[in-house]
């Protein structure tokens, strides 16, 4: 038997990155490549990239750089290892990458990765190989089955993608030519792997997709079904706990997916809807297609169907052209919404986005200043939020021992990590938990019943005790 062959990969980027890098191990597997947590001894080198901001494209080549060291070292050891560039950058970039870092055997995009074990015989071979073929009709077609091995390695919480690409083009974002257009998974397939997932133990699981609540999947009656109807039928999967969706967009939010946050317990109540700014004219000048009063009244919508919903977003500032009026309109959106958190970006200019040619670009001091303006705001309502839950008694799912001898953590329904002391049998159950104190971004309480012996709970909803 010839001995398992080495695969080191590392992923940057957003969780369809993550989930990517897993499908690549899977399609490796069958070829005889193992999972390796060191580059050194490793015989394959696969570098998941993401291309959204210049800062995360430019790690690439610096990473590029030490791999040629790795790569000479193992070379002086009668090695050979073979490096592969994944991801959107190997999308955007290929043929860049091919001309800049000789140390590159296979540049390969999102859409090919079923081709890697043919592109990895052609660098055996001698060769180098780019394959950045794009759209593909049937992208989700060759996803082996997950095996179980790897799917408990995955634990209580599992991603599991439901729709890829974008058709928004946002002025600013790379995604629609590194990802394509919206492709949507059928029905019958994500519940097969979710059915799968839940045999082995998976308590939750977050449908991932770039646009995912423009998902729009042949149903079991041949009609494309919308987010909130896929929301319902996996709902009904023995085990199935809790059901998370990421990334939705404001103009996607149709009224199935409140009437699926309204009438069931298993979708959390903490959704991601980014919004990037609070101006309606730099939301024109980014062709988000909805004024700050439309994702207003759609974060009412979801409020009316479920009053502990909370939210979480994305804002870019320094976007070309937004003066001091317009981010003074982002900060009096974020006071009037109350976020439980978000992220911020600085404007990046990504070559070949329409942004990228606008002339009216913010000097990168005045960027510096609002994002941590922003910042401030947003980290105080997050501590706001988490502050709120103390002598609260909420629904926790336990996933693992915590590094504390004795303790258990888990989440609440708002991603929030919850310490207790109790018995590791309590591991993927949901659980009432008091809680007492926060430190830091965790809460400590203590389980409010018996830990019952079956495995499966149904949620709880929250009680406010504050
Ligand atoms: N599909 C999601 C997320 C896309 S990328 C959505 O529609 O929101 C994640 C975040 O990166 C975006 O929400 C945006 O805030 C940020 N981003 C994308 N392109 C960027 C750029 N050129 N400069 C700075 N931030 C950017
Ligand atoms: Fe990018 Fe906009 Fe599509 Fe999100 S909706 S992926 S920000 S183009
Ligand atoms: Fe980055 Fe591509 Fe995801 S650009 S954010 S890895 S879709």
Redesign the pocket.
């Known amino acids: 038997m010839t001995p398992p062959r080495k695969l080191h990969i590392k992923s940057y980027g957003c969780q369809m990155n993550v989930y990517d890098a897993q499908r690549m191990v899977d399609t490796l597997a069958p070829e005889g490549f193992v999972e390796t947590a060191s580059v050194d001894d490793a015989d394959l080198v696969i570098l998941n990239t993401c291309h959204i901001r210049e800062k995360a494209s430019e790690k690439v080549y610096s990473e590029l750089g030490r791999l040629r060291v790795a790569k000479d070292v193992a070379a002086a050891d009668g090695r050979k290892m073979n490096i592969v560039v994944a991801g959107c950058v190997a999308q955007a970039e290929g043929n860049e990458i091919i001309r800049r870092a000789p140390v590159v055997d296979v540049v390969v995009g999102p859409q090919s990765y079923h081709h890697l074990p043919q592109l990895l015989a052609r660098a055996k071979a001698g060769g180098r190989a780019l394959e950045t073929e794009f759209p593909v009709a049937d992208k989700f077609g060759f996803l082996p089955p997950p095996k179980p091995a790897a799917i408990c390695a995955r634990g209580i919480s599992s991603f599991v993608t439901v729709q890829e690409g ?5 002025t ?5 030519y590194t ?1 394509g257009s919206e492709v949507s998974r059928p029905v019958a397939k994500i519940v097969d792997d979710i059915k799968r997932l839940a045999d082995n133990g998976v308590r939750e699981i977050t449908l991932i997709g ?2 995912v609540n423009a998902y729009h999947g042949d149903g079991p009656d041949g009609r494309p079904w919308p987010l909130g109807t896929l929301l319902r039928h996996l709902a009904d999967i023995p085990g199935i706990e809790r059901l998370r969706y990421s ?1 939705s ?1 404001p103009c996607d939010v149709e009224d199935t997916l409140i009437e699926a946050h309204r009438d069931l317990p298993q979708p959390m109540p903490f959704v991601h809807l ?1 919004v ?1 700014s609070g101006s309606d004219r730099i939301l024109a000048a ?3 297609k909805h004024t700050a009063e439309d994702y207003r009244r759609v974060i009412d919508r979801f409020r009316g169907a479920r009053q502990d919903i909370a939210f979480t977003s ?1 804002f870019i500032v320094g976007f070309p052209g937004e003066s001091d009026e317009d981010f003074d309109a982002t900060l009096a959106l974020v006071t009037q919404i109350g976020y439980a958190g978000a992220y911020s970006f600085k404007y990046s200019s990504r070559p070949g986005t329409p942004a990228a040619d606008m002339q009216e670009t913010v000097p990168t001091a005045v960027m510096d200043e609002r994002l941590v303006r922003l910042q401030e705001l947003i980290d105080s309502q997050q501590s706001a939020f988490n502050t709120a839950t103390i002598g609260a008694t909420v629904d926790v799912l336990f996933e693992r021992a915590a590094r504390n001898p004795g303790q258990i953590v888990g989440r609440t329904a708002w991603l929030q990590p919850a310490h207790v002391m109790a018995s590791d049998d309590i591991i993927g159950q949901v659980l009432p938990v008091r809680i007492e104190s926060l430190e830091r971004y965790s809460l400590l309480g203590s389980l409010v019943a018996t830990p019952s012996p079956q495995p499966a709970q149904h949620a709880h909803s929250p009680t406010t005790g504050a």
């Open positions: 974008c058709d928004k083009f946002c600013f974002c790379v995604v629609p990802r770039q646009n990334t967009h980014p990037q980014m062709n988000r994305d």
